[in-house]
């Protein structure tokens, strides 16, 4: 099992940015395919973004133009920088890696937007 530890969460202003990071366990982070969700209280998790081993990235709607996901395979590390939040971002954020017999999530970091 895939062992995840997320940081970066907090509370920022409209309007205001934060990265979140996600680091993962083991050796063969190159081909693991990461997630970031978000859930809101009384919603359902939803997919924010995801990046494939060779970097190619997807978007929420909500979020493009705003979110950027990256990789960095030396460091075993996902990041998502946030841009321009808005209240409705706030929600706790997970990270997710899925490979071949493997699938983990990390415990969740908290985003608040309020002023």
């Known amino acids: 099992q895939v062992q995840l530890v997320e940081s970066g969460g907090g509370l920022v202003q409209p309007g205001g940015s934060l990265r979140l990071s996600c680091t993962a366990s083991?050796?063969?982070?190159?081909?693991?395919?990461l997630d970031w969700y978000r859930q809101a209280p009384g919603k359902q998790r939803e997919l924010v973004a995801s990046?494939?081993?060779?970097?190619?990235?997807g978007y929420a709607d909500s979020v493009k133009g705003r979110f950027t996901i990256s990789r960095d395979n030396a460091k075993n590390t996902v990041y998502l920088q946030m841009n321009s939040l808005r209240p409705e971002d706030t929600a706790v954020y997970y990270c997710?890696?899925?490979?071949?017999?493997?699938?983990?999530w990390g415990q969740g970091t908290q985003v608040t937007v309020s002023s």
């Open positions: 997710r890696v899925r490979a071949p017999g493997r699938d983990s």
């Open positions: 990046i494939a081993p060779g970097g190619s990235t």
């Open positions: 083991g050796s063969i982070f190159s081909i693991y395919i």
